[in-house]
Nanobody, 125 residues
Framework: QVQLVESGGGSVQAGGSLSLSCVVSGSTDRFGCMAWFRQAPGKKREGVAISYTGGTYYDDSVQGRLTISSDNAKNTVTLQMNSLKSEDTGMYYC????????????????????WGQGTQVTVSS
């Protein structure tokens, strides 16, 4: 059974940094399409950083501050978060699409087949 496990969340002052990690277990296949989504209290889940076939995508709100990197051989994906703002506060979820497929920079939650349990990021101003 495929499982995604996130780690690295926490509380930080505005302007600080955090690094989130996600490990895929339960499969020896390579997951080439992975993403980080954020859900703030009372808001819908939104895609903030995506690693897709041949590239990466960032939401405008995080462009230049967040960096997604993936290691397909190890089935891990990280999210380096710098210059954090209070509006970055929320639950961060790792997501993956089924292995063995090409993918584009989709931010639609329905396009992702596997989800982690989420890790909380709180940025105080």
């Amino acid at each position: 059974q495929v499982q995604l496990v996130e780690s690295g969340g926490g509380s930080v002052q505005a302007g600080g940094s955090l690094s989130l990690s996600c490990v895929v277990s339960g499969s020896t296949d390579r997951f080439g399409c992975m993403a980080w989504f954020r859900q703030a209290p009372g808001k819908k889940r939104e895609g903030v950083a995506i690693s897709y076939t041949g590239g990466t995508y960032y939401d405008d709100s995080v462009q230049g501050r967040l960096t997604i990197s993936s290691d397909n051989a190890k089935n891990t994906v990280t999210l380096q978060m710098n210059s954090l703002k209070s509006e970055d506060t929320g639950m961060y979820y790792c997501a993956a699409r089924r292995p063995g497929q090409l993918c584009g920079p989709s931010v639609a939650t329905r396009d992702y087949n596997y989800w982690g349990q989420g890790t909380q990021v709180t940025v105080s101003s």
